[in-house]
């Protein structure tokens, strides 16, 4: 993971980087997390979307209940695009239909029993082990030479 991207609408959290790692309420959650990790917040989906957009990020949401407009569960997605921009909903709303609307997938996590939907420290876990496993296996596979899948010949 390089960056976190964080909806705030209610401008809850400072605009400054610095300024939110020097926070006693974040820095205390998980120190080690706000120290090493990039974090930019924004006022609206939107804006979020836009800046991604404007980058050549490809979207894909997680939500157990929302579909896209390509549906898949976890294992059968593919991560292995150069820019990712995974976008998980708050616990209680969910994903925003924008962001939804925006994303090239909808990605799901099979789940069995009675449990609708997992928290969401878990759901990322789970979600950005699946990505990372598949980047590294295909980093492995093919060495990036200015074309996207071209064969590494060793």
């Known amino acids: 993971m ?3 991207y964080l909806v705030d609408t209610r401008r809850a959290l400072p605009d400054d980087w610095q300024e939110m790692r020097e926070r006693k309420s ?3 959650t998980s120190a080690s997390a706000i120290k090493w990790t990039f974090v930019r917040r924004f006022d609206t989906t939107e804006a979020c979307l ?7 990020f490809v979207s894909i949401v997680t939500s157990p209940h929302v579909k896209g407009q390509k549906n898949v569960i976890l294992h059968e997605g593919d991560y292995t695009q150069a820019k990712l921009a995974v976008w998980f909903g708050n616990e209680t709303r969910g994903i925003s239909n924008l962001a939804v609307r925006r994303s090239a997938m909808c990605v799901s996590i099979p789940m069995f029993g ?4 997992l928290n969401l420290g878990t759901t990322s876990g789970i979600v950005l082990y699946e990505i990372t496993k598949q980047r ?3 980093q492995r596979k093919y060495k990036y030479r200015g074309e996207r899948g071209r064969k590494y010949i060793a």
């Open 114 to 117: 009675m449990i609708e939907s």
């Open 136 to 138: 590294r296996e295909y």
């Open 2 to 4: 390089e960056k976190v």
């Open 26 to 28: 974040l820095s205390g």
């Open 50 to 56: 836009e800046h991604l957009e404007k980058n050549r």
